[in-house]
């Protein structure tokens, strides 16, 4: 098993007020205990520690309300082998039918790069992750938990008549060289059975736009190599134009945002 403190995990949760699990990682076993399938189906809220769950709760809301992406959730979830809560960096990102992210426990990073490429807001939702140094640099980042009160249900539009942009997820296999394409979430911008299990980048005609985002695949993919680790949710962006048709060939330029877990790489995208 690797270290704890260097694995992590992809998650997608519905956009429903429970944010109910779509999907994990093989990781989160190691990391937290459960296996994937004791997690399907079931509300994220079941993991989180009981003082968390009414601020994680409004904070997913608002992450659909304002249709965030690269925020980053200091948080503690449930272990279920050791029956403890354990300190934890949740990086997610709104990508049409889901919010999909990675989850690792919250150790202090070099440069504190992860909370600084966080570009959609650092929440910080317990008063256990005031001992990591991004705190003593940023003040401002404020303990979030007494920020975000009530009940998504007092607000004025319900969550399930809340509408996100068009964005689509892809998995990417992070153990070999190619950007094989494991899962995609919709066809909003390309069809799904059109790019899975297949090299995305035989969907960028452009070298240039193959060489910049295997540049920031390796850039999500070997963060924290000198620990003798894997990455575990720093952001990385990028802008290529894609094949979304061959009859006739279209292209369309999309904008990305990655990040790495041990398991995939995480590649949301959007129409530019």
Known sequence: MDNLETLSFVIFQDLSEDAVWGYASDS????????????????FYNIVHPDEVDAARNLHY?????????????????????????????????AHEFIVGAISL?????????????RGGVFVLTPEAEHLSFRN?????????????????????????LHTSDRVCLLLDRFN????????????????????FKNLFQSIPSETDQASLGNAIHVV?????????????????????????KE??????????LAATSDAVILVLKPA
């Open 28 to 43: 989160v076993k190691d990391l937290l205990g459960w296996s994937p399938e004791e997690l399907l189906g079931t509300t």
């Open 62 to 94: 608002e992450h659909i309300q304002d249709d965030k992406a690269a925020t980053l959730t200091y948080l503690r979830l449930l272990h279920k082998g050791e029956d403890k809560y354990a300190l934890c960096a949740f990086s997610r990102s709104v």
């Open 106 to 118: 919250a150790v202090d990073d070099p440069g504190n790069a992860r909370a600084a490429m966080a």
């Open 137 to 161: 640099w940023n003040r401002r980042v404020q303990l979030s938990n007494n920020i975000f009160t009530g009940s998504p249900n007092s607000y004025t539009i319900p969550i399930e008549d």
């Open 177 to 196: 060289s190619a950007a094989n394409v494991l899962h995609c979430t919709n066809d909003v911008i390309i069809k799904a059975d059109m790019i899975t």
């Open 221 to 245: 993919k070997n963060w924290r190599t000198h620990f003798d680790g894997k990455a575990d949710g720093i952001f990385a962006v990028c802008r290529f134009n894609m094949e979304v048709s």
């Open 248 to 257: 006739p060939v279209t292209l369309k330029q999309v904008e990305g945002i």
